[in-house]
């Protein structure tokens, strides 16, 4: 029922800034919860950082805060996840997730979200 492509990802310096896209397609995407995760190799997929359906709850994994910054825009069904000061350590594939919203708050369990992109690759050079 709600089909997510992301895109932005790419190869870009430590320190530097990357900008990322979640297109959603969908009737039920102003009413979703949405998030975004990232899962490096052999390591389990985390929470990154989530929007509830109105936009007023914003909540960042603790190794985010303040340099990733998540908006949505229920206009264009898009939701994006602007990522500043970035650190090898960020190097990972990043996707975007929704729920349908029963109530208005952020998600953190990926188990919730049904539904997923295909994820987009950030790598960041040391």
């Known amino acids: 029922q709600v089909q997510l492509v992301e895109s932005g990802g790419g190869l870009v310096q430590a320190g530097g800034s990357l900008r990322l896209s979640c297109a959603a397609s969908?009737?039920?995407?102003?009413?979703?919860?949405l998030g975004w995760f990232r899962q490096a190799p052999g390591k389990e997929r985390e929470f990154v950082a989530g929007?509830?359906?109105?936009?007023?709850?914003?909540y960042y994994a603790d190794f985010v805060m303040g340099r990733f910054t998540i908006s949505r825009d229920n206009a264009k069904n898009t939701v994006h996840l602007q990522m500043n000061s970035l650190k090898p350590e960020d190097t990972a594939v990043y996707y975007c997730?929704?729920?349908?919203?029963?109530?208005?708050?952020?998600?953190?369990?990926?188990?919730?979200?049904?539904?997923w992109g295909q994820g987009t690759q950030v790598t960041v050079s040391s």
């Open positions: 997730a929704a729920v349908r919203a029963i109530s208005d708050r952020v998600i953190t369990t990926r188990e919730v979200y049904d539904y």
């Open positions: 969908g009737r039920t995407f102003s009413t979703s919860n």
């Open positions: 929007i509830s359906r109105s936009g007023k709850v914003i």
